[in-house]
């Protein structure tokens, strides 16, 4: 038998245009009745479409479930894979593994486990043989099909110790408090603006286990009503409301609930416009400012930092690091109230 | 007399709207009979207009320069700075120091040097009493008129054995060269993306010097003409041709003149959209990328490599560092040639 490797980031798959990557393509491969021996055949379950996609589908289709569904088998039989050409994004799989590729064969996954893709369906080859069900209420489409994860394709098993949704809402925002695992140091004060939402609430409790005696964390949240539940967690040593928007004075509050310090490390976990001034200000001097808020402007960070001569280091949130999965669900297993209100939230 | 110690980032000078920054504010306080003791003020000697600002103001007043210099008047008049209300743009300014705030005064400055603001027109309090010439070849305004310094602004003194083009030439892109000077360590191997242009020669250099005998640095430029120019300077190992926007095509090239590996750091240095994934996929896990190109899309970079399941880390290039502007001109001091080169090109 010969080895066939292809590339691992699945530009072999890429049918038009040529020389791009799956993603930004307008059609993939999903022919797979070959399948290279770096690359991972999954019998699919379920997709969890990207809400953007979804709610677009929904208003295209005026609510009609057949239409919808009609959609969805267009786009994949069009493009090789579900991307909605009008939002762009995708989503996510769920599915059990049918294959692995012979060069993958060391991998900790065997054939039958499974697993939940953690890269987008936007670049993830995709074959629908039928869609079973359509939950519009979750977003999520039951089918039988197959899908491909690429070499370089990252997933997470899903664990029996949880139920699939609630492994899933940790899974979505797996990156924020894994990088924050690898970035927070004792004695380090942090700053974590959006402590609230999933991401932020995660993030905290990374901090509050790794500063140690000497550390402080400050979380600054939206609503007044998350402080007790951030204290009553002790997610946090304190919390504030502040609008981070509101630079001068946002720096003005979260300094005084830090002993009128500045911060080694912010991070922004705020999907919130114009908060790049209102997370670069209360750095330190060679501190480090980490964006994990995709409405952060690069523009308005390089130039902004640039305009008050703050030397700090800034970081693009990316949404994959080492162990993310791994880390993130660890989180819920061993603090119970986090994972109780997880349960309350986000099932 | 009383310490009056004002803002360190200048809101104490913003008129409206109220709690935003000196950038973002439609209109700042430029009544210089108070001059606060954390301020520096100084004797405005010429405008070195943003290139984008100028151009709108040459194209709006139909190249007619009474038109130019009434509108220039109009704006600082209304606004308390140079700031272009199309473009949002400013530039920045040459001048002698006028007075040192008493809380600065331990600073390496006196009054009468003359000094280059390396913080933007667009958040500098300035007074215009005539403008003497405008130079519409350069984008310059000789002026009479002042202007302030606050606290957090950056500036460099101008060097006395460099003409004040070639400094300010160099002074421009400072903080890429100096970042580099920072990143690279012995026995990294480094790609350079957009190493013919300016930012690019300088990052060249500091990192040539830095990588030692086990380190390899790898210029890709965007014409071939300068591969010559590169090597004859000494400025990488190799210099190669190829296209960032092509990820997978343009990620063969660099490795095969990097011995098959991916890099540890790649710095970005060209002012072209879509080269987020040409600058992630060279990056080996673990390792760094700079993005010094204002090009740069925060989403495209953070999604981009997660879907290639990438852990590297990306900076966002922070147009300060500590000590840039020294590290920066040092670069010509030290290399006769390098020096040779921008005298030629961008004098």
Redesign the interface.
Known sequence: MTVRIA?K?G?HRVLKPK???P?PALQIDNDFSTVYDNEILVDVIALNIDSASFTQLEEAAGGDIKKIEAKILEIVEQRGKMQNPITGSGGMFIGKVAKIGAALKDRDLKVGDKIAS???L??TPLKIKKIKKIHQDIDRVEIEGQAILFE???YAKLPEDMTESLALAALDVA?APAQAAKLVRPGDRVLIIGAGGKSGLLCCYEAMKRVGPTGRVVGNVHHAKDIPILMGLNLCHEAVTGDAT????FLDIVKNANGGKEFDLVINCVNVSNCE?GSI?PCR?GGLVY?FS?A????K??????????????????????DHAEITLWELRENEKLRKLFEERYM
Chains 1, 2 share one sequence.
Do not use: H
């Open positions: 590339c980031y530009s020389g791009v990557l993603q953690l890269v987008s936007s670049l370089s394709g990252i990156g509101k630079p001068v004075e001034m200000l001097d964006f995709m952060t402007n690069f523009t960070a390089a130039l902004g930092a640039e305009g008050v001569g703050k030397d700090v280091t800034m970081i693009v949130g990316n949404g994959y690091t080492k």
